[in-house]
């Protein structure tokens, strides 16, 4: 019971950085798993990062080729997930969702099934 939208897409250069934001609205919105996922044209939509909740508290996850660049955060006062994304690449081109799962999700590659709420995207280009 959770409303998703993202916004901070753009284009951006070989080696540039983007802030993507996922403002949620719904109850309980600090006891959702939070995460970002991507899907570029032709391929399957991937986890990038997330975000669990274990004895209050947020425990982050990356994907291995994100990790270092990318950072997941969460402002539960302002009901916003952020995704600071640097040193973008061309393969980093994609449609970033935001998506909140009601149950436990951990690791370094969430299953896009376990998600049970997701945002309309948002749309990262990366120029060489």
């Known amino acids: 019971q959770v409303q998703l939208v993202e916004s901070g897409g753009g284009l951006v250069q070989t080696g540039g950085s983007l802030r993507l934001s996922c403002a949620a609205s719904g109850r309980t919105f600090s006891n959702y798993a939070m995460g970002w996922f991507r899907q570029a044209p032709g391929k399957e939509r991937e986890f990038v990062a997330g975000l669990s909740r274990w004895l209050g508290r947020d425990i982050p996850g990356y994907k291995d080729s994100m990790k270092g660049r990318f950072t997941i955060s969460r402002d539960n006062a302002k009901n916003t997930v952020y995704l600071q994304m640097n040193s973008l690449t061309p393969e980093d081109s994609a449609v970033y969702y935001c998506?909140?799962?009601?149950?436990?999700?951990?690791?370094?590659?969430?299953?896009?099934?376990?998600?049970?709420?997701w945002g309309e995207g948002t749309l990262v280009t990366v120029s060489s």
């Open positions: 998506a909140a799962s009601e149950s436990t999700q951990y690791g370094t590659n969430w299953p896009t099934g376990g998600m049970n709420y």
